[in-house]
C-alpha cells in the first residue's frame, strides 16, 4: 500500500557532498576531512554504505563505536548525514553460515563472495537480516538531529538484477500463482502449445535458465517483471522497517539512471526522494544529451518533485574500459545540468579517493593530493559557487514535451530471441528521440503510457511495443484535446501475455493512428534504405527498421520510402483529430538523427511551440520555476564559445549581471538567469551572427 506521507530531506540548503567511507581511514584522519568539508562548503555526505561487517563484525555483536563518533565529528562540522542502512552486501560471517543466499546465474552457477551484492534477491535469509540491520540502524541514529536522509542499500540490481537459483524459482512460481491464479491460467497466458510447453505441476515451473533453444518469449517477460519486483520487495522490507522507528525521516534508495533492469515508476511510488547516480563519459562529445534525458525521467517520477544527484564523478571513474577524466570546467558544467533539471543539490562519488580496493583510481571531490589536488580545488570552487543558487531549491522544471517510458515494452521487445531484429533497441530509440527533441531546444519530461498527459502539448511514444485499450484510450484523449501525439515503430505489437493482436499492429492504437502494420521489414546488417518527406523533397537515411504500413480512413502521407523493397510505400503518417487540431503521428522507420529533427520540427510547430532554427548540440537551456520567477539555465556543453539571445534585463544568479539581450558563453560556460515568470518559458536560440 502506498504510503502518502508528505516526507523531504531535513537539509535547508542545496545538498553538497559526497560518499564517505571513513572506515577505510585512521581516524585522525576524520577531523581533517571534516575541516575541508567545510571549506569545501559540503554539508551532506552518505555513510557508511559498505560497513556492515565492521558494525556487526560476528552476529550479533554490534561495534557502533567508531560511527557514533565519526557521526559527530561530522555534526560538529556542520555537515549532515544521509544515512545508509549499510545493506548493500552481507558480511562474509553470513554468507558461509548461509551459501544458499549467494546468487546463481542463469548457467545455474553459484556465484561467490569477494566483490558486491552478494545476495539472492529472494533469499528469506537475507530479507531477515536487512530487516533486522535496518532496524538496528534506525533505532540507534533515528533521533539524532544530523540525520537527513535514509538510504537503503546501494544501487539495486548494478551487479545482481537477476538469480536463477532454486529459492528464486520457488519465490517465480509464487509471483506467476499470485498473477494467473492456476496452472490453466498459467498455460493460456504463457501459450504453451508451441513446442510442447504445457504444465501439469507448479513444481515444474522454474526460472528462465539457458536452455536447448529459444525460450518462450512470456517466460522471459515475467521473468524480468518478476526480477524487478523481487527487488522492489526487498527494497519495501527496509522501508516498512524505517518507517515503522522513524515515521517523519525521508527514505530513498539511489537508481542508476535510464536502467533496464528495474521499473522506476514502481520503486519511486515506494520512497520520499528520488536520488539518481550518474556518469557521463567525459570522452563522449554528447554525453550530456542522453544525461537529459535520464533526468528528465528522475524528476517525472514524483510528478515533477525535485531529485537530488546523489553522484556523479568529480573527474574520472575507475569501471570503463579507458577512464578519462573530466576537464577544467567539465564537472562544473554537468553538476549544473542535473540542477537545471531538478536536482537539489549535486553530490558525488566519494569524498576522499581510495588508496586501495577495486575504487582506488575512481576519482573523488579530495583527490590523493589531498588540498593540491584539481578535483579540490574544483569542488571548493563550485561549493562556493552553489550557494548563489540556493534560490532555486524546491523550484520545478517546465516542460512542454513528454516521452512515454514503459518498462514492460523495453523488456518485451529485448527480452526474447525471436524477434524481426535485435537491432531496434528499445533505449536507443528513446535517446534518439531526446536527441532530435534536445536539438530543436525542448527538456522532455517522461509519462507512463497512461499519462497524466494534462501538462504537455506533444508527447513521443519511441516504442510501446506492448499495449493495452486503456493506454490506448488515454493517448486518444490526449489527440482529442489538441495534443499532438508521435508514435514509433514496432508499437502495438503484442499484449500483456505476448501475443500479438488480432489484425496484428499497432493493435489497440490501430484507430488513433489511422494504420495497419502489414510486415515489420527490418533493414538488413551493411544496407541503408531511404525515407523521403513530401512537402520537402529531402530523403534521410534508415539503417535498422522499415515496415509494409496500410493508411485507412483519411490519413496523410507525410513522408514515403524512396529505395528498396518498400519503395513508394507509406513510411510516416499524421491521422488529425476530428476537431480541436490534435494529431496522431505515425513513423514505421528508425530515421538518421537530421531525419528526427526534420520529423519533430514539424510536430512542433503543429502544436504551436517554438524550435530552434540553428542547432547546435553544445547548447542546452532549461527553465525551472516557482510562482513568480523563471531561473533559466543556460549551458555550454563544448569547448568552443558560444552566442545565443536571452531575455533582455535577465540576472545571471551566478555573475549579478544583467543581461543586454545578448549572452556570451566560453567553453564550458553557463549562466542562469532570473526573469520574471512568463505564461510561457523562456526560449534560448543561437544569436544570428557573431562579433
Given at each position: 500500500?502506498?504510503d502518502?506521507?508528505?516526507?523531504?530531506?531535513?537539509?535547508?540548503?542545496?545538498?553538497?557532498?559526497?560518499?564517505?567511507?571513513?572506515?577505510?581511514?585512521?581516524?585522525?584522519?576524520?577531523?581533517?576531512?571534516?575541516?575541508l568539508?567545510?571549506?569545501?562548503?559540503v554539508?551532506?555526505?552518505?555513510?557508511?554504505?559498505?560497513?556492515?561487517?565492521?558494525?556487526?563484525?560476528?552476529?550479533?555483536?554490534?561495534?557502533?563505536?567508531?560511527?557514533?563518533?565519526?557521526i559527530?565529528v561530522?555534526?560538529?562540522?556542520?555537515?549532515?548525514?544521509?544515512?545508509?542502512?549499510?545493506?548493500?552486501?552481507?558480511?562474509?560471517?553470513?554468507?558461509?553460515?548461509?551459501p544458499?543466499?549467494?546468487p546463481?546465474?542463469?548457467?545455474?552457477?553459484?556465484?561467490?563472495f569477494?566483490?558486491?551484492?552478494?545476495y539472492?534477491?529472494?533469499?528469506?535469509?537475507?530479507?531477515e537480516?536487512?530487516?533486522?540491520?535496518?532496524?538496528?540502524?534506525?533505532?540507534?541514529?533515528?533521533?539524532?538531529?544530523?540525520?537527513?536522509?535514509?538510504?537503503?542499500?546501494n544501487?539495486y540490481?548494478?551487479?545482481?538484477?537477476?538469480?536463477?537459483?532454486p529459492?528464486s524459482?520457488?519465490?517465480?512460481?509464487?509471483?506467476?500463482?499470485?498473477?494467473?491464479?492456476?496452472?490453466?491460467?498459467?498455460?493460456?497466458?504463457?501459450?504453451?502449445?508451441?513446442?510442447?510447453?504445457?504444465y501439469?505441476?507448479?513444481?515444474?515451473v522454474e526460472v528462465?535458465?539457458?536452455?536447448?533453444?529459444?525460450?518462450?518469449?512470456?517466460?522471459?517477460l515475467?521473468?524480468?517483471?518478476?526480477?524487478?519486483?523481487?527487488?522492489?520487495?526487498?527494497?519495501?522490507?527496509?522501508?516498512?522497517?524505517?518507517r515503522?522507528?522513524?515515521?517523519?525521516?525521508?527514505?530513498?534508495?539511489?537508481?542508476?539512471?535510464?536502467?533496464?533492469?528495474?521499473?522506476?515508476?514502481?520503486?519511486?511510488?515506494?520512497?520520499?526522494?528520488?536520488?539518481?547516480?550518474?556518469?557521463?563519459?567525459?570522452?563522449?562529445?554528447?554525453?550530456?544529451?542522453?544525461?537529459?534525458?535520464?533526468?528528465?525521467?528522475?524528476?517525472?517520477?514524483?510528478?515533477?518533485?525535485?531529485?537530488?544527484?546523489?553522484?556523479?564523478?568529480?573527474?574520472?571513474?575507475?569501471?570503463?574500459?579507458?577512464?578519462?577524466?573530466?576537464?577544467?570546467?567539465?564537472?562544473?558544467?554537468?553538476?549544473?545540468?542535473?540542477?537545471?533539471?531538478?536536482?537539489?543539490?549535486?553530490?558525488?562519488?566519494?569524498?576522499?579517493?581510495?588508496?586501495?580496493g577495486?575504487?582506488?583510481?575512481?576519482?573523488?571531490?579530495?583527490?590523493?593530493?589531498?588540498?593540491?589536488?584539481r578535483?579540490?580545488?574544483?569542488?571548493?570552487?563550485?561549493?562556493?559557487e552553489?550557494?548563489?543558487?540556493?534560490?532555486?531549491?524546491?523550484?520545478?522544471?517546465?516542460?512542454?514535451?513528454?516521452?512515454?517510458?514503459?518498462?514492460?515494452?523495453?523488456?518485451?521487445?529485448?527480452?526474447?530471441?525471436?524477434?524481426?531484429?535485435?537491432r531496434?533497441?528499445?533505449l536507443?530509440?528513446?535517446?534518439?528521440?531526446?536527441?532530435?527533441?534536445?536539438m530543436?531546444?525542448?527538456?522532455?519530461?517522461?509519462v507512463?503510457?497512461?499519462?497524466?498527459?494534462?501538462?504537455?502539448?506533444?508527447?513521443?511514444?519511441?516504442?510501446?511495443?506492448?499495449a493495452?485499450?486503456?493506454?490506448?484510450?488515454?493517448?486518444?484523449?490526449?489527440?482529442a484535446?489538441?495534443?499532438?501525439?508521435?508514435?514509433?515503430p514496432?508499437?502495438g505489437v503484442?499484449?500483456?501475455?505476448?501475443?500479438v493482436?488480432?489484425?496484428?499492429?499497432?493493435g489497440?492504437?490501430?484507430?488513433?493512428?489511422g494504420?495497419?502494420?502489414?510486415?515489420?521489414w527490418?533493414?538488413?546488417?551493411?544496407?541503408?534504405?531511404?525515407?523521403?518527406?513530401?512537402?520537402?523533397?529531402?530523403?534521410?537515411?534508415?539503417?535498422?527498421w522499415?515496415?509494409?504500413i496500410?493508411?485507412?480512413?483519411?490519413?496523410?502521407?507525410?513522408?514515403?520510402?524512396?529505395?528498396?523493397e518498400?519503395?513508394?510505400r507509406?513510411?510516416?503518417?499524421?491521422?488529425?483529430?476530428?476537431?480541436?487540431?490534435?494529431g496522431?503521428?505515425?513513423l514505421s522507420?528508425?530515421?538518421?538523427?537530421a531525419?528526427?529533427?526534420?520529423?519533430?520540427?514539424?510536430?512542433?510547430?503543429?502544436?504551436?511551440?517554438?524550435a530552434?532554427?540553428r542547432?547546435?548540440?553544445?547548447?542546452?537551456?532549461?527553465?525551472?520555476?516557482d510562482?513568480?520567477?523563471?531561473?533559466?539555465?543556460?549551458?555550454?556543453h563544448?569547448?568552443?564559445?558560444?552566442?545565443?539571445?536571452?531575455p533582455?534585463?535577465a540576472?545571471?544568479?551566478?555573475?549579478?549581471?544583467?543581461?543586454?539581450?545578448?549572452?556570451?558563453?566560453?567553453?564550458?560556460?553557463a549562466?542562469v538567469?532570473?526573469?520574471?515568470r512568463?505564461?510561457?518559458?523562456?526560449?534560448?536560440?543561437?544569436?544570428?551572427?557573431?562579433?
Amino acid at each position: 500500500m502506498a504510503d502518502d506521507t508528505p516526507r523531504s530531506i531535513r537539509l535547508d540548503a542545496l545538498a553538497y557532498g559526497g560518499d564517505y567511507n571513513p572506515d577505510q581511514w585512521p581516524e585522525d584522519v576524520w577531523r581533517e576531512d571534516a575541516r575541508l568539508m567545510r571549506e569545501a562548503g559540503v554539508n551532506l555526505v552518505s555513510l557508511p554504505v559498505f560497513s556492515w561487517p565492521q558494525l556487526e563484525p560476528e552476529p550479533g555483536v554490534y561495534d557502533w563505536g567508531w560511527l557514533d563518533r565519526v557521526i559527530e565529528v561530522l555534526w560538529d562540522a556542520g555537515v549532515k548525514i544521509d544515512l545508509a542502512t549499510a545493506t548493500a552486501t552481507p558480511p562474509s560471517w553470513l554468507i558461509r553460515r548461509h551459501p544458499e543466499m549467494l546468487p546463481w546465474d542463469a548457467d545455474g552457477l553459484r556465484l561467490e563472495f569477494g566483490s558486491r551484492q552478494a545476495y539472492c534477491p529472494s533469499s528469506p535469509v537475507w530479507r531477515e537480516h536487512v530487516a533486522r540491520m535496518a532496524r538496528a540502524m534506525a533505532e540507534r541514529y533515528g533521533e539524532h538531529p544530523a540525520l537527513a536522509l535514509w538510504h537503503v542499500s546501494n544501487e539495486y540490481g548494478d551487479h545482481v538484477s537477476r538469480c536463477w537459483c532454486p529459492e528464486s524459482s520457488a519465490h517465480f512460481r509464487r509471483w506467476l500463482e499470485a498473477r494467473y491464479g492456476d496452472l490453466d491460467g498459467l498455460n493460456e497466458a504463457w501459450g504453451v502449445n508451441v513446442w510442447g510447453q504445457r504444465y501439469t505441476a507448479w513444481a515444474h515451473v522454474e526460472v528462465p535458465r539457458r536452455a536447448t533453444g529459444p525460450v518462450n518469449p512470456t517466460q522471459l517477460l515475467d521473468f524480468e517483471r518478476f526480477s524487478s519486483d523481487a527487488l522492489l520487495e526487498l527494497f519495501r522490507i527496509e522501508v516498512d522497517v524505517l518507517r515503522e522507528v522513524t515515521p517523519d525521516v525521508a527514505v530513498t534508495t539511489n537508481f542508476m539512471s535510464l536502467l533496464r533492469d528495474l521499473d522506476y515508476w514502481e520503486f519511486a511510488a515506494a520512497e520520499d526522494l528520488v536520488t539518481d547516480d550518474a556518469y557521463p563519459d567525459p570522452a563522449d562529445p554528447l554525453a550530456h544529451v542522453p544525461a537529459a534525458l535520464n533526468y528528465g525521467l528522475m524528476r517525472s517520477l514524483k510528478g515533477g518533485q525535485p531529485w537530488l544527484l546523489l553522484e556523479q564523478a568529480a573527474s574520472a571513474v575507475s569501471w570503463r574500459d579507458v577512464n578519462v577524466p573530466k576537464a577544467p570546467g567539465q564537472m562544473r558544467i554537468d553538476s549544473l545540468q542535473a540542477i537545471a533539471h531538478g536536482s537539489d543539490g549535486a553530490m558525488f562519488f566519494q569524498w576522499r579517493q581510495a588508496r586501495y580496493g577495486q575504487e582506488k583510481f575512481h576519482s573523488a571531490m579530495l583527490g590523493h593530493r589531498g588540498e593540491a589536488s584539481r578535483s579540490f580545488q574544483e569542488t571548493k570552487a563550485f561549493g562556493a559557487e552553489l550557494q548563489r543558487l540556493e534560490v532555486v531549491r524546491g523550484t520545478r522544471v517546465r516542460a512542454r514535451v513528454a516521452l512515454v517510458v514503459d518498462w514492460d515494452s523495453w523488456w518485451g521487445s529485448s527480452a526474447a530471441e525471436s524477434l524481426p531484429s535485435q537491432r531496434l533497441d528499445w533505449l536507443g530509440q528513446a535517446r534518439a528521440w531526446n536527441a532530435a527533441l534536445y536539438m530543436l531546444g525542448h527538456p522532455v519530461d517522461t509519462v507512463r503510457a497512461t499519462g497524466p498527459f494534462d501538462a504537455y502539448d506533444v508527447v513521443v511514444v519511441p516504442n510501446l511495443y506492448i499495449a493495452d485499450a486503456a493506454q490506448a484510450n488515454a493517448l486518444a484523449d490526449f489527440v482529442a484535446r489538441g495534443g499532438q501525439l508521435v508514435v514509433g515503430p514496432f508499437s502495438g505489437v503484442v499484449d500483456a501475455t505476448e501475443k500479438v493482436h488480432d489484425g496484428g499492429a499497432p493493435g489497440p492504437l490501430r484507430e488513433l493512428l489511422g494504420i495497419e502494420v502489414d510486415e515489420h521489414w527490418p533493414v538488413p546488417d551493411g544496407r541503408t534504405e531511404q525515407v523521403r518527406f513530401l512537402d520537402r523533397g529531402v530523403g534521410f537515411s534508415t539503417e535498422v527498421w522499415g515496415e509494409w504500413i496500410e493508411p485507412h480512413g483519411g490519413t496523410e502521407v507525410l513522408a514515403r520510402y524512396a529505395s528498396g523493397e518498400l519503395d513508394g510505400r507509406p513510411a510516416v503518417t499524421r491521422r488529425r483529430a476530428a476537431a480541436g487540431g490534435g494529431g496522431a503521428w505515425y513513423l514505421s522507420a528508425a530515421l538518421e538523427p537530421a531525419g528526427m529533427i526534420a520529423l519533430f520540427r514539424d510536430v512542433l510547430d503543429s502544436a504551436g511551440l517554438p524550435a530552434r532554427a540553428r542547432t547546435d548540440a553544445d547548447l542546452e537551456a532549461v527553465t525551472r520555476s516557482d510562482d513568480t520567477t523563471d531561473y533559466t539555465f543556460v549551458l555550454n556543453h563544448g569547448r568552443g564559445d558560444l552566442a545565443v539571445d536571452v531575455p533582455e534585463g535577465a540576472v545571471d544568479l551566478l555573475t549579478g549581471i544583467h543581461s543586454t539581450g545578448r549572452l556570451e558563453l566560453g567553453r564550458y560556460g553557463a549562466a542562469v538567469l532570473a526573469t520574471p515568470r512568463a505564461e510561457t518559458a523562456p526560449f534560448i536560440t543561437l544569436s544570428d551572427t557573431t562579433d
